[in-house]
C-alpha cells in the first residue's frame, strides 16, 4: 500500500478511518492497489496495521463510494473511496 499519494493514480483507492478504526490504524487515511476485493484490502490493512486494526475490521462497517457494502467478495474500482465505520457507542 502507499500512504500520501495525491489524485488517485491510476490503480489506486482511498481508505479513510473513522473513530476507533483511525486510532487502530494510527492514520486517518491512505492509498491502496484497486483491483482486490473488500475481504482482501481488509486482510492487507490488518497485516499492514496489526492485531488492533485487524479487531475492529470484523466488525466493522464499509462504505465504497458513499454506499453501504456487506459483500466482502466485492471488487473494488480504481478510485473509489472506502469508509471504514467501527460500530459507534452511544445513547
Sequence with gaps: MHRD?????????TVRYFAGARAAAGTA????????????LTGDLAERHGVRLAAVLT?????????????RRA?????ATIDVLPPFAGG
Excluded at 5 to 13: A, E, I, K, N, W
Excluded at 29 to 40: I, K, V
Excluded at 59 to 71: E, I, N, P, R
Design 59 to 71: 466488525v466493522a462497517s464499509f462504505l465504497v463510494d458513499g454506499v453501504t457494502c456487506h459483500d
Design 29 to 40: 487515511e491512505e492509498t491502496a492497489p484497486a483491483g482486490r476485493s473488500l475481504g482482501e
Design 75 to 79: 471488487p473494488l474500482p480504481a478510485g
Design 5 to 13: 499519494v495525491p489524485d488517485h493514480p491510476t490503480g489506486l483507492l
